[in-house]
DNA sequence: TGTCTTAATAGAAACGATTTCTATTTAAAA
DNA sequence: TTTTAAATAGAAATCGTTTCTATTAAGACA
């Protein structure tokens, strides 16, 4: 699907401008999640102004239209990643080099399974965490 | 098992200053979730003299030595909350009012089954994410 | 109970990732 | 084209978090 990166922005209201595209080439070139600023220093290469405000601010208004995934990193930084996997799913991220890989199963047992057999990798530490509200919340909000 | 806060601390190696077994009481008496500077807060009222350095460096051992727990928050601030239950679990968080609630399944979708039966909330969004070493960094660095 | 060693702390300062602000530019609709 | 609202550059601010150094205190041991 974000294969036509133009019909993916103008399904979101989102102009296409030649940074905008350049931020989802990068990262549709890129097998590991990026930093803002490391997405920054590659925009540098292609432009001669542009300012990290730019980048930070597509990427959230990508993130935001689910064209790109955030990543939610132990050190709390934002890292972004594009995956063309449409269907609902999980990742795999790899602390060390950051390779991103798609776990399609849903239970964390399983999941850490699958990540020893699978990918022969080992599991550090997992997040798994449901947000939302509560009883009491979801009745004053509606 | 956090019952005992001297025993606790003792066995992380931790020295039992009034300060320390502070911070676990406010955490012991509060059903939500707090910031740093929300408990540094609740610090003042019983100390004249702390810094905020040492409640973010107490919370931090105490979060390393499993005997509170971090809260991975979309605003990506930092959230600790005490939680007696010693069985691997997860949580549920309210974002509205930041209740805090175990949910013993592991596996999303049933979980999500959870959340909407049982605690009669709404789930937002959830952070399912696997962290560790992917194949090829798992051979380098052993 | 006093002494000693090392961890813990206060307070100031630094840090740095992220956001805000304002004038300017540009995409794209009319 | 012309127009208009969105997008951008660049500087500056923000603010949660960490670092640094001198001082204090926990608790092991005599």
């Known amino acids: 699907?974000?294969?036509?990166?133009?019909?993916?922005?103008?399904?979101?209201?989102?102009?296409?401008t030649p940074k905008r595209v350049a931020i989802l080439e990068i990262l549709m070139n890129e097998s590991v999640y990026l930093s803002p600023e490391e997405i920054w220093k590659e925009m540098k290469k292609r432009f001669v102004k542009i300012g990290l405000p730019t980048v930070y601010r597509?990427?959230?208004?990508?993130?935001?239209?689910?064209?790109?995934?955030k990543v939610t990193h132990p050190n709390r930084q934002l890292?972004?990643?594009?995956?063309?996997?449409q269907?609902?799913?999980h990742h795999f991220i790899c602390l060390s080099c950051r390779r991103v890989e798609d776990i399609n199963f849903c239970?964390?047992?399983?999941?850490?399974?699958?990540?020893?057999?699978?990918?022969k990798g080992k599991v550090l530490s997992h997040v798994l965490q449901v947000n939302g509200l509560c009883k009491n919340c979801l009745k004053k909000t509606g």
């Not at 699907?1 to 296409?16: A, G, V, Y």
């Open 1 to 16: 699907m974000p294969n036509d990166f133009p019909l993916t922005l103008k399904r979101l209201n989102l102009k296409i």
């Open 58 to 69: 597509n990427l959230e208004e990508l993130s935001e239209g689910n064209i790109i995934s």
């Open 79 to 85: 890292y972004y990643y594009l995956c063309l996997n």
């Open 87 to 89: 269907s609902h799913h």
């Open 107 to 119: 239970g964390v047992k399983e999941l850490e399974e699958e990540v020893k057999k699978k990918i």
